[in-house]
């Protein structure tokens, strides 16, 4: 994993979403540590990486298609988790939805993670 390039995705996160980033951390699955962040949240982190975990398991035994490129939850106090999962990692995400736009957040920011992150895990 390329450092630097891992913490300028963050940073493109923070550019796509501006005020409307509350926190974020990308984490591994293996032990829910976060490697990279931005306002972290570690035990965050390690629920939601619990959670992600049990979501696959469930789909699986539902018979449903896997979990697609991400997954967001609607939360009270209009904020939003995002979790994107990427191989051995996973990349929380906590936005006010009162500060960014739906489209914005799925047709730019999530892309543009998804893009940094697999070019700073490139071996």
């Known amino acids: 994993m390329n450092m630097t390039k891992l913490n300028e ?5 923070k550019g796509d979403l501006g005020e409307g980033l509350t926190a974020c951390n990308i984490f591994t699955v293996q032990e829910g540590l976060s490697i990279a962040g931005h306002n972290s949240q570690p035990k965050a982190s390690a629920l939601f990486n619990q959670v992600t975990s049990n979501l696959i398991k469930i789909l699986k035994a539902a018979d449903f298609p896997g979990l ?5 939850v609607d939360l009270e106090g209009d904020h939003m988790v995002v979790v994107l999962p990427l191989g051995e990692y996973r990349w929380g995400i906590l936005v006010d939805a009162t500060k960014i736009e739906l489209g914005l957040l799925v047709s730019i920011a999530i892309p543009n993670c998804i893009r940094a992150f697999e070019e700073a ?3």
Not at 9 to 13: D, Q
Not at 68 to 72: A, D, E, Q, S, T
């Open 9 to 13: 995705a963050v940073e493109i996160l």
């Open 121 to 123: 895990n490139k071996k």
């Open 68 to 72: 697609g490129k991400y997954y967001i």
